[in-house]
T-cell receptor, first 111, second 114 residues
Framework: AQRVTQPEKLLSVFKGAPVELKCNYS??????LFWYVQYSRQRLQLLLR??SRESIKGFTADLNKGETSFHLKKPFAQEEDSAMYYC?????????????FGRGTSLIVHP | NAGVTQTPKFQVLKTGQSMTLQCAQD?????MSWYRQDPGMGLRLIHY???????DQGEVPNGYNVSRSTTEDFPLRLLSAAPSQTSVYFC?????????????FGPGTRLTVL
């Protein structure tokens, strides 16, 4: 079984501070990890995926297979980063492209 | 492309009533799924489909039915609504991609069961 854990329900920081949203997973195969974001009154959308090794809106995430983690980081938070963030895992090897989501972390960036 | 569309946006039901939440996508995606979003619980998978005529249960399927007669449509039926089904419902779709299967979400349906 696959599981995604986001230990923080809420993360509150000030503008310009570094941000790290934690994500840990459990899966015996080779996982695909994603971060999705939901801004206020908008639909969920993909922020980034580990396989692309990209940086989106200043956010990065590195897959650490040894620690089974995929933490989302940004060196300097902006007010517009305030949103709900979900970590997700899918497993192509299992034959299903339907991801499992974590419970989400609400990020609030204060001015 | 309209992407993933959902109707209605809002709905209020009385306990015991039935209704269907509509979901459609115009991206020719194979995979479609329904999630419910509850505070502190994140997104939980209700049902999903890997192609027309094929559906399967997710984490929280009780009280819901689905069917997939076409590639485009994936309706979610509540058979006898209960207050515990008060939630925001999201439909999503995805296709096979080389760089990971990005989920495309609909705008959501906010359901209240009295």
């Amino acid at each position: 079984a696959q599981r995604v854990t986001q230990p923080e329900k809420l993360l509150s920081v000030f503008k310009g501070a570094p941000v790290e949203l934690k994500c840990n997973y459990s899966y015996s195969g080779s996982p695909e990890l994603f971060w999705y974001v939901q801004y206020s009154r908008q639909r969920l959308q993909l922020l980034l995926r580990h396989i692309s090794r990209e940086s989106i809106k200043g956010f990065t995430a590195d897959l650490n297979k040894g620690e089974t983690s995929f933490h989302l980081k940004k060196p300097f938070a902006q007010e517009e980063d305030s949103a709900m963030y979900y970590c997700a895992l899918s497993s192509i090897s299992g034959g299903s492209y339907i991801p499992t989501f974590g419970r989400g972390t609400s990020l609030i960036v204060h001015p | 492309n309209a992407g993933v569309t959902q109707t209605p946006k809002f709905q209020v039901l009385k306990t015991g009533q039935s209704m269907t939440l509509q979901c459609a996508q115009d991206m020719n995606h194979e995979y479609m799924s329904w999630y419910r979003q509850d505070p502190g619980m994140g997104l939980r998978l209700i049902h999903y489909s890997v192609g027309a005529g094929i559906t399967d249960q997710g984490e929280v399927p009780n009280g819901y039915n689905v069917s997939r007669s076409t590639t485009e449509d994936f309706p979610l039926r509540l058979l006898s609504a209960a207050p515990s089904q008060t939630s925001v419902y999201f439909c999503a779709s995805s296709g096979r991609q080389v760089e990971g299967n990005e989920q495309f979400f609909g705008p959501g349906t906010r359901l209240t069961v009295l």
